[in-house]
Nanobody, 115 residues
Framework: QVQLVESGGGSVRTGSSLRLACAAS????????WGWYRRASGQQRDLVAT???????RYADSVKGRFAISRDSAKKMLYLQMDSLQPEDTAVYYC?????????WGQGTQVTVSS
């Protein structure tokens, strides 16, 4: 019922910025929580940031003060603004949408940060 497509990844230098975007389609009005997760090569998929349907944002300690999650409901878009990028931010970033019964995932977009 919900489809998610990420974009905006790339290869940048330490200290640079990127804005990831997630285009949603379908019945997004049923989503309870939106989020961004990331998976470094060979590692588990970890929480980066979440945003509830009522606008409450939470961040992993490692990205607090540097990343910002936001939504544009009219455009059905979820964003992750990433500033002051560090090599440890290198990962595939995934868009997530959690409904009452179903968890939806995008295909991921690669972010590579070089020192």
């Amino acid at each position: 019922q919900v489809q998610l497509v990420e974009s905006g990844g790339g290869s940048v230098r330490t200290g640079s910025s990127l804005r990831l975007a997630c285009a949603a389609s379908g019945s997004i009005e049923h989503i309870d929580t939106w989020g961004w997760y990331r998976r470094a090569s060979g590692q588990q998929r970890d929480l980066v940031a979440t945003l509830t349907a009522r606008g409450a944002a939470r961040y992993a300690d490692s990205v607090k003060g540097r990343f910002a999650i936001s939504r544009d409901s009219a455009k059905k878009m979820l964003y992750l603004q990433m500033d002051s990028l560090q090599p440890e931010d290198t990962a595939v970033y995934y868009c997530n949408a959690l409904a009452y019964y179903t968890n939806y995932w995008g295909q991921g977009t690669q972010v590579t940060v070089s020192s």
